[in-house]
């Protein structure tokens, strides 16, 4: 695994420390809401099924790749531009050091939307699945390349118990292997290497051979137009999480129109 993903792991494990002094398990536990949700899973699958194209606009201020991309940061105002131009949900990046997130803003955009939000992190610990339904997340990232099979099961059951819809996260041949046997129903394939940080736009489109079509695939990174999302849709993808392509671009709503050629 490449450093900085260690690094980030790392730092992560010691917020967790500090977040559980302030407030236990326990008492995140009795905060929970409701189990319902958004309905994150069945948009995906739906998509995918109509051949509907779905985007799961991604926020964030800043990424180990990119550096710093927006300097005036507002989330909740990113949000409603995102739901007014089209997205069909919201990837939101809650890490602090790397990506200068925040569990908050998750919050805060639930109050703002009404489309589902994914919460994106290095979920690493089950308190994290808790935390993010108490901060009003619809869905989690669960990354393959930095958890068990073993943890990948546990978490799916925690976060169904709460009422929390994930993707599993892939980026190789091994990790759709991996995937396809713990057997949930939404894959995400990352076209963005996480050892080097590289992208291959093939990826996903290379990957998606080694699945059953039964599962609801997600193409991430690297997508910036229509003609992108044109050549996945060949291969049976409708859903597609995008981030920079968006959020650097002059005009949120023509780029929308644009990838999406309406």
């Not at 080097?196 to 079509?213: E, V």
């Amino acid at each position: 695994m490449f450093d900085l993903l260690k690094n980030i792991c790392r730092k992560k494990r010691d917020e967790l420390e500090i977040a559980k002094k302030n407030c236990s398990l326990a008492s995140l536990k009795k905060l929970l809401p409701e189990k319902k949700n958004r309905g994150f899973k069945h948009l995906l699958m739906s998509s995918q099924k109509d051949g509907n194209n779905n985007i799961i606009a991604e926020i964030k201020k800043a990424s180990p790749s990119a550096g710093e991309i927006i300097n005036d940061y507002i989330p909740e105002d990113i949000a409603i531009k995102y739901e007014q131009s089209g997205a069909g949900a919201i990837s939101i990046l809650t890490e602090t050091q790397f990506f200068k997130g925040n569990v908050d803003h998750l919050s805060i955009i639930n109050q703002k939307t009404n489309i589902p939000l994914l919460r994106k992190d290095f979920i690493i610990d089950p308190y994290q699945i808790f935390e993010s339904k108490v901060y009003k997340a619809d869905a989690i990232l669960l990354i393959c390349t930095i958890l068990k099979d073993e943890e990948i099961k546990e978490f799916i059951k925690i976060a169904d118990d709460v009422g929390l819809d994930c993707i599993i996260e892939t980026h190789t041949e091994d990790e759709i292997k991996r995937s396809v046997k713990i057997d949930y129903p939404i894959i995400g394939i990352n076209n963005r290497n996480l050892d080097n940080l590289s992208i291959n736009n093939h990826n996903a489109l290379k990957l998606i051979n080694n699945l059953p079509t039964e599962f609801t695939i997600v193409g991430e990174s690297g997508i910036k137009n229509h003609s992108d999302i044109i050549s996945y849709n060949r291969s049976g993808i409708f859903n597609f999480l995008i981030g920079e392509a968006i959020l650097t671009s002059n005009d949120i709503f023509l780029t929308f129109k644009e990838l999406l050629n309406k």
